[in-house]
T-cell receptor, first 113, second 117 residues
Framework: NAGVTQTPKFQVLKTGQSMTLQCAQD?????MSWYRQDPGMGLRLIHY???????DQGEVPNGYNVSRSTTEDFPLRLLSAAPSQTSVYFC????????????FGPGTRLTVT | AQSVAQPEDQVNVAEGNPLTVKCTYS??????LFWYVQYPNRGLQFLLK??????LVKGSYGFEAEFNKSQTSFHLKKPSALVSDSALYFC???????????????FGTGTQLKVEL
């Protein structure tokens, strides 16, 4: 099993550009989520999905879109990048929510200039 | 709303000494509690969790945590620290689904553990 994979590992964008961060898992997990990690702020939930076709907002959803057309994939779209979106982004998955631990991808380091 | 507090940004301990990383939480109803570890330039790795039952939970790499409902705490402990334990540690909480918080995992701000020789 590859676990949770994320691409790209690094990305530099100019303000106003759009892009999609890819996330895939091969564990048949129903629950997937996106977090951003900023110094001193821990991880903050952007969006999550409890199954294919079902998504919901987390703490900091503005400026980001998600969709979940398959169990395996959960891409995160930045609509119009802003310097405030400079961060490290992690995708995670788990069998379900509740008491199940999450498995994290290696992260994408995004810089917006 | 659920929340997690990790009051120490950094904990320093000598190798071989016991270590404690503190965590307190706030959630409606009974919590699911987790500890994760992050090594430099890596994703988070699961260490242990409390769901129900015994208040002392054992996890990976010799770590354990004690759930204290009255103090709403879930401190991470290890009897004898290793230099290789140096990393960033995150506590996280999730409420039960029926209370509305079950789908969202809330993380603390992290505690940097430094173990020195």
């Amino acid at each position: 099993n590859a676990g949770v994979t994320q691409t790209p590992k690094f990305q530099v964008l100019k303000t106003g550009q759009s892009m999609t961060l890819q996330c895939a898992q091969d564990m048949n997990h129903e629950y997937m989520s996106w977090y951003r990690q900023d110094p001193g702020m821990g991880l903050r939930l952007i969006h999550y999905s409890v199954g294919a076709g079902i998504t919901d907002q987390g703490e900091v959803p503005n400026g980001y879109n998600v969709s979940r057309s398959t169990t395996e994939d959960f891409p995160l779209r930045l609509l119009s990048a802003a310097p405030s979106q400079t961060s490290v982004y992690f995708c995670a998955s788990s069998y379900s929510s509740g008491g199940y631990e999450q498995y994290f991808g290696p992260g994408t380091r995004l810089t917006v200039t | 709303a659920q929340s997690v507090a990790q009051p120490e940004d950094q904990v320093n301990v000598a190798e071989g000494n016991p270590l404690t990383v503190k965590c307190t939480y706030s959630v409606s109803g009974n919590p699911y509690l987790f500890w994760y570890v992050q090594y430099p330039n890596r994703g988070l790795q699961f260490l242990l969790k409390y769901i129900t039952g015994d208040n002392l939970v054992k996890g990976s790499y010799g770590f354990e945590a004690e759930f204290n409902k009255s103090q709403t705490s879930f401190h991470l402990k290890k009897p004898s620290a290793l230099v290789s334990d140096s990393a960033l540690y995150f506590c996280a909480v999730r409420g039960y689904i029926l209370t509305g918080g079950g789908n969202k995992l809330t993380f603390g701000t992290g505690t940097q553990l430094k173990v020195e020789l």
